[in-house]
Structures are given as C-alpha cells and as structure tokens.
C-alpha cells in the first residue's frame, strides 16, 4: 500500500540511456522504465506505468530494487 500510495522514482527521466515496455494486453496495464548509466552502472531509474494501483506499486517496487 505504501507504494501504490508513495510511489518512488515516478516519472520519465530525461534523456534516458534505456528504455523498455512491457504490457498486458488481457487487463491494459503498460509500464515503461526509464534508465541512465553511467561508467556502466545504472544511476538512475524512473518509470510510468498505466493501470491499477498493483501494477503502480510494483514498478515503484522495480525501481528501487534496480
């Protein structure tokens, strides 16, 4: 709930070095995650995602774990 509530890193990071999308055509969520890298580690990640508060919660959950 703290994430569906709270999300982190919520947003598109500009200029992003990666992007990737994944979606489920069966319910309608879509989530793009952002990407910036540096000295090939990732310093930065953001994402957008559209569809229910699970599916929020979980990208919010993604980017922290990244």
């Known amino acids: 709930m703290d994430h569906f509530m709270n999300p982190r890193n919520a947003g598109e990071i500009e200029d992003p070095d990666g992007v990737g999308e994944v979606g489920n055509p069966a319910c309608g969520d879509i989530m793009r995650i952002y990407l910036k890298i540096e ?28």
């Open 39 to 66: 000295d090939d580690r990732i310093i930065d990640a953001g994402f957008r995602t559209f569809g229910c508060g699970a599916a929020k919660a979980s990208s919010s959950m993604a980017t922290e774990l990244i």
